[in-house]
């Protein structure tokens, strides 16, 4: 019953922006860490950045500050906003979040977003 929605992707020219957007709907209880990771065309998916309940954030090396992760615990939503995109962040991008659904187990679980392309062109 619980389901992530991913919107924001797209195709952009380098150094261009992007604002993915993650929001979370259904018989949801409560929401714990978020989390944003990534897979290119024949590569492992890789974590992005991740946020905790109280805000705490975490991001792989590699995006060098460009890369900035959020959330609004009202709207059960995690952003994504990309700065100073590169080819080489072309990705589908897939969006994660720790979900305590209103089940009779009550049960904690990691549920994932259908994934959103994004495609930086030189």
């Known amino acids: 019953q619980v389901q992530l929605m991913e919107s924001g992707g797209g195709l952009v020219q380098a150094g261009g922006s992007l604002r993915l957007s993650c929001a979370a709907s259904g018989s949801i209880v409560s929401i714990n860490g978020m989390a944003w990771y990534r897979q290119a065309s024949g590569k492992q998916r890789e974590l992005v950045a991740s946020i905790s309940s109280s805000g705490r954030t975490n991001y792989a090396d590699s995006l060098k500050g460009r890369f900035t992760i959020s959330r609004d615990n009202a709207k059960n939503t995690v952003y994504l906003q990309m700065n100073s995109l590169k080819p080489e962040d072309t990705a589908v991008y897939y969006c994660?979040?720790?979900?305590?659904?209103?089940?009779?187990?009550?049960?904690?679980?990691?549920?994932w977003g259908q994934g959103t392309q994004v495609t930086v062109s030189s």
């Open positions: 994660k979040q720790r979900i305590t659904a209103a089940t009779i187990r009550r049960y904690e679980y990691d549920y």
